[in-house]
């Protein structure tokens, strides 16, 4: 059993944050299954829905969604990124503490009770992970098994099986707001910066309609690729002892061919020898450059400075009001 914390002052209102991107067929349902939720929660509450630039109607059916919770609706002026939306979210909580869910309707919302329990009794992050990934395939679920391993190498704050779905205090959305890092890996970022946690397990439900955007594997690839890079310089360590072990070889080798040339005279060599070497160096020399280009290229997204997103336009809708019009 954890300890719990002293509770604390402030725990009156809460937000909940909902980035989107062509969820038009789901938002509404998520929309008004969240807001059952949240009218029966003696708690300020506020949604937020954070359009990423989406092709469809999500921003519309968001800002007409008939609900008693007052709504806020932000679209971007483009698509930047499901990290570049929660950060829009946070940025425009007003509350004592948020929750970030996704537009799918795979996270339920009737554990947002649960989570301000335990916020109440004084914890500062009560966060979902999930019980098993059962319904991952078997490459999916192993990958991630290895990912995290790589990760938490040399960062034993960062969570398996943990995502976006949590609830945060008013010192944890202050503490992430101050960051000033453009390239955002907010799974990191959000344990990075610490704080009291609770962790409840959970099964994923269906998605409403569509299929993940994220079942490619070439964009979870780009998206662990992300994770590593901002949380762990472990893949420059491992090009640095591939080339201390290729040296060392290299130099046992030279000299067993000196060796030998001293003892047996000046033999032949063979080209398959010599072709071999040079592949194998030349594919070591160019991995390091990706790696290096990798790290490069994040610093040059940072020194431009440029804003993590766009707002084109911001929809507010007070339920209350709404409600006494009808």
Known sequence: MMPKPAPQTRRESLSVIIPAYNEAQAIVPVMQELDKVLQALPLKCRIIVVDDGSRDATAQNAADAQCETPVRVIRFSRNFGKEAA?????????TDAAVIIDADG????????????HWQEGYDVVYAKRAARDTDSWLRRNLSRLYYKIVSRENSFIESNAGDFRLMSRPVIDALNSLPEKTRFMKGLFNWVGFKKFPIEYTPRERIADESKYTSLVLLFRFGILGIMSFTTLPLRL????????AGLSILYGSYIALRTLIFGVDVPGWATVVAGMMLLGGIQLISIGILGEYVGQIFTEVKNRP??????VVENDGQERQQAA
């Open 86 to 94: 929660i950060s829009a979210g946070l940025s425009s909580v007003e």
């Open 308 to 313: 993590l997103y766009i707002v084109a336009e």
């Open 239 to 246: 090009i640095s002892l591939l080339g201390v072990i290729v």
């Open 106 to 117: 795979q996270h339920p919302p009737d554990m947002i009770p649960q989570f301000v329990k």
